[in-house]
């Protein structure tokens, strides 16, 4: 069973910025694609942004799209967000997620089948 470790999280102002990482534990999550989805108070669970395991493709929600950007780094089985020009209605907690499937990560939340604990991101006005 893979494990999914998030980091980065904190409190930021608005407009500020701040990096998400998320190591997995298996070396075979090299080749499957991971995301991030976040999760507000009293809200569902939302797709953020995805990469391909060649890190070729990216997919982002329509709220993130230009001031976050997904990264990988296979050699450490790892993937990264960077958040720019954050707002406060981007506090939430933030979960890693990762598929052993092949074609982009599901966008439904009911469709991953391995997350992250979480890191929480608080965003102040």
């Known amino acids: 069973q893979v494990q999914l470790l998030e980091s980065g999280g904190g409190l930021v102002q608005a407009g500020g910025s701040l990096r998400l990482s998320c190591a997995a534990s298996?070396?075979?999550?090299?080749?499957?694609?991971m995301g991030w989805f976040r999760q507000a108070p009293g809200k569902e669970r939302e797709f953020v942004a995805s990469?391909?395991?060649?890190?070729?493709?990216?997919y982002y929600a329509d709220s993130v799209k230009g001031r976050f950007t997904i990264s990988r780094e296979n050699a450490k089985i790892t993937v990264y967000l960077e958040m720019n020009s954050l707002k406060p209605e981007d506090t939430a907690v933030y979960y890693c997620?990762?598929?052993?499937?092949?074609?982009?990560?599901?966008?439904?939340?009911?469709?991953?089948?391995?997350w992250g604990k979480g890191t929480l991101v608080t965003v102040s006005s």
């Open positions: 997620a990762a598929a052993n499937s092949y074609g982009p990560l599901p966008t439904s939340n009911h469709a991953i089948p391995y």
């Open positions: 298996l070396q075979s999550f090299k080749i499957y694609p």
């Open positions: 990469i391909s395991w060649t890190g070729g493709r990216t």
